[in-house]
């Protein structure tokens, strides 16, 4: 069941409220408010039962009605509290909720990628996080850290991965255990548009947004990141020359499918077979599972190709954690839900297990949290749409070889105006990857960087 | 005993206490409307333009910081290419919305089953926007879209509808058309039923044909009524966010980002200084942009 958010509200909160929402219209803007900013919660195990009230927001949709069960599972063990557990367009509404104070949730899931934006409206959780962090995938541990403060309880891991038909490939003679390099993935391309004229196999995102989160990914893979440890701009570097000179090659040779994720030229090319290489996030699994007809079970997941022989063959693309802003009524109490829900057994079990929603599991990504990614304890079962393949043990083995290191910079979000859609202008062939690279750059360190 | 003088002063006295009663009745009625717009409109308003003097980003001090964000949007070439794309879509949305719409009216005004058609018209502006937006994302779909299958069926060649900058203002000024276009020609339904018939009967009579009469008296007749669903365009198209938002996410290559889109990226990066500045800067442009058009029609009206 689907609550209301019931929590009273202060009139200049009403007020401030109403700036917010007209300055999204288009005409005033809001007040400034007390925030705190990045207050330590406090931490120590709460002694007396848990007790009390709190306004959770999980994005609509599947999802939520997983966390539901799963937040069912930890009032089940502190039968004092009660949780309004509310499915919110949660992009869209935080940030507004949290610069306006009104009606402000006690926890919510977030996007990494937009992490950092809000981070200052954030708790820090350092000091509870610390006796985790050993067992947190480093790659999530720097994505969740800003400037030096945990600001969010690290949930999932999107590790890339490749998912390619097999039916198609072997019909063209390609061994699927030969992919190992991206100039391999290229010579079985052509291999395939050989046989296949009508062709195009490679996957080429068309969208701005997730462009930028893509080729992030092939940088990752490689150890890079738009940013250096000591935050100077680092996107004109060879990770990223790299990953778009071989995009521009999959263009220029005509060996790519350009189209926005499960748009409806990207799931007609797929079903129809003229695109086969969809090098992606773990989260494409949905796609086969839900949204593909023809195609479904001829889809099987590997491990993203090396950039170099021998190199990593990981990277993420994308993720979620949960936040506690600072104008939470009950922070730790929410603090107490995540710390169930991400480093318990039960509460990770219960999220990723089979269940009425997803029978199978939660296949779309793993958890964060290194003891859950026993390859031979699997969470989630086999995947029909993908032949019965064991997913866990492709994305666990994966998982763990994400580099770490990795930071996102506040201004990621902006810079898709800049960087993701040069991309695209890459991808139209207006633009080649230096000039793609040495634009960005200049836009993202003048409009988003200040001088250096 | 009191005299005539006393009388008369006595009277002047009670009707000046009725006249400061009835006098203070029309604030009693209007206060609340007041109250309400002054903490939900004007304050609102004046804490935008306070705010587009800071550099606040939702947390902490504000810090003034003059007219830099201003200074900041009037040098960037992403604002004015927002405007610019805003101002594109303008002119393909309000003229060809206001033909569109005065001519639907004409037709329905006599027609038979007006209110069947009145429903009909205004189903778009009911229908949610996301599922509308999802089978204008299928219908224009470059290689596997209806439109498209429709014109190379004809033998013209298929058009990157939602890939390339130019079309994609074009698809995303349809859907607008499609939706509001209803809307305005319930509007000027109303307007046309004000005018008399006694009007064209004489017209009728003096000779006048159907494209005089329409030209010479439906027009003039409803000027107000014009004017006033360009202005409702105006605000429409400079705020338009949903649209573009849903069906092309403002691009290919910021091709769709209009100004609406743009003010929303500085509200989720918490940019609200330099969102505040833009939304005034916008309703400054809105403003210039409603009187112009009110004037150009005003001075029709009245010659």
């Not at chain 1, 507004?96 to 996007?111: E, K, M, N, W």
């Not at chain 1, 506040?410 to 202008?425: E, I, R």
């Not at chain 2, 996410?249 to 989720?268: D, E, V």
Request: with cysteine.
């Amino acid at each position: 069941m689907i609550n209301s958010v019931s929590s009273p509200v202060s009139r200049r909160t009403v007020l401030r409220g109403a700036g917010a929402a007209l300055v999204a219209g288009g005409l005033g803007a809001c007040a400034p408010g007390n925030t705190t900013g990045s207050d330590p919660l406090p931490t120590g195990k709460a002694t007396t039962a848990l007790s009390g009230e709190l306004t959770i927001w999980d994005r609509t949709g599947d999802l939520y009605k997983v966390f539901d069960k799963a937040i069912a599972s930890f009032t089940a063990k502190h039968p004092q509290v009660k949780v309004n557990h509310l499915a919110v367009d949660i992009n869209a509404k935080l940030p507004a909720t949290l610069i306006s104070g009104a009606g402000v949730p006690d926890g919510a899931f977030y996007d990494d990628s937009l992490l950092t934006g809000v981070a200052p409206h954030l708790h820090d959780l350092s000091q509870l996080i610390e006796q985790y962090k050993p067992d947190i995938a480093p790659y999530k541990l720097g994505v969740v850290t800003v400037d030096g403060k945990v600001v969010a309880v690290p949930w999932d891991l999107d590790p890339g991965l490749l998912f390619y038909r097999e039916d198609i490939v072997t019909q063209a003679g390609v061994d699927p255990a030969s992919l190992t390099t991206y100039d391999a993935l290229l010579g079985a391309a052509r291999t395939v548009r050989d046989k296949f004229p009508q062709a195009r196999p490679i996957h080429l995102e068309n969208d701005q947004f997730l462009a930028q989160l893509w080729i992030d990914m092939f940088a990752n893979q490689q150890g890079g990141a738009m940013i250096d440890a000591q935050g100077k701009l680092s996107i004109d570097s060879d990770p990223y020359r790299k990953a778009l000179t071989w995009l521009d090659t999959v263009r220029s040779e005509g060996l790519g499918t350009l189209a926005k994720y499960t748009q409806p030229t990207d799931l007609q090319t797929q079903d129809k077979g003229t695109q086969v290489f969809v090098p992606w996030a773990q989260w494409f699994v949905f796609a086969p599972q839900q949204l593909l007809k023809a195609s479904k079970g001829k889809w099987r997941a590997a491990a993203l190709p090396a950039w170099q022989a021998g190199g990593p063959r990981a990277g993420v693309m994308g993720g979620s954690s949960f936040v506690i802003p600072a104008k939470a009524k009950n922070p730790e109490l929410a603090w107490r839900l995540y710390e169930h829900l991400v480093f318990s057994k039960e509460g990770y079990t219960t999220v990723y297990g089979p269940n009425t929603v997803y029978p199978g599991g939660l296949n779309t990504s793993i958890p964060s949290y290194l003891p859950a990614l026993d390859p031979d304890t699997p969470l989630f079962r086999p995947i029909d749409a993908l032949g019965g393949q064991d997913l866990w043990k492709v994305a666990v083995e994966a998982g763990k070889q994400v580099p770490g290191g990795y930071a996102i910079p506040t201004w990621w979000g902006k810079a898709v105006d800049y960087f993701g859609v040069n991309v695209q202008k890459m991808l139209a062939g207006r633009l080649s990857p230096d000039e793609v690279l040495k634009t960005s750059a200049t836009q993202i360190q003048k409009n988003l960087m200040g001088p250096s | 005993m009191v005299t005539v003088t006393e009388a008369m002063a006595a009277r002047r006295e009670a009707r000046t206490a009725g006249r400061r009663r009835v006098k203070a009745a029309p604030y009693l009625f209007v206060a609340p409307f007041v109250l309400v717009f002054a903490a939900f409109s004007a304050y609102p308003i004046f804490f935008a333009l306070q705010l587009s003097f800071t550099n606040w980003h939702g947390a902490g001090a504000l810090r003034v910081v003059g007219f830099a964000n201003y200074r900041y949007l009037l040098a960037s070439p992403d604002f004015w290419q927002s405007m610019a794309t805003s101002g594109v879509l303008w002119l393909l949305v309000v003229p060809a919305q206001v033909l569109l719409a005065l001519t639907i009216a004409v037709a329905l005004r006599k027609a038979r089953f007006r209110g069947l058609f009145s429903a009909a018209l205004i189903a778009p502006f009911v229908t949610p926007l996301v599922a509308m937006a999802q089978v204008w994302i299928i219908l224009f779909d470059k290689d596997f879209g209806a439109v498209n299958h429709g014109l190379t069926s004809l033998g013209l060649p298929a058009v990157g509808w939602l890939t390339t900058s130019v079309w994609a203002k074009v698809t995303v000024a349809l859907l607008v058309l499609w939706r509001t276009t209803g809307y305005a020609v319930i509007l000027l339904l109303a307007g046309l039923s004000t005018i008399p018939s006694d009007v064209y009967e004489a017209a009728r009579i003096d000779g006048a044909g159907a494209w005089h009469q329409f030209w010479s008296i439906t027009v003039p007749l409803v000027t107000r009524t014009l004017s006033f669903v360009v202005v409702i365009g105006t605000l429409t198209v400079f705020q338009l966010f949903a649209e573009p938002y849903v069906v092309t996410g403002g691009g290919p290559f910021n091709g769709t980002r209009t100004a609406g889109l743009y003010l929303y990226k500085h509200i989720t990066n918490s940019d609200l200084g330099l969102g505040a500045a833009n939304s005034m800067l916008l309703v400054l442009m809105v403003l210039a942009l409603s009187v112009a058009s009110i004037r150009l029609l005003r001075s029709r009206e009245d010659s």
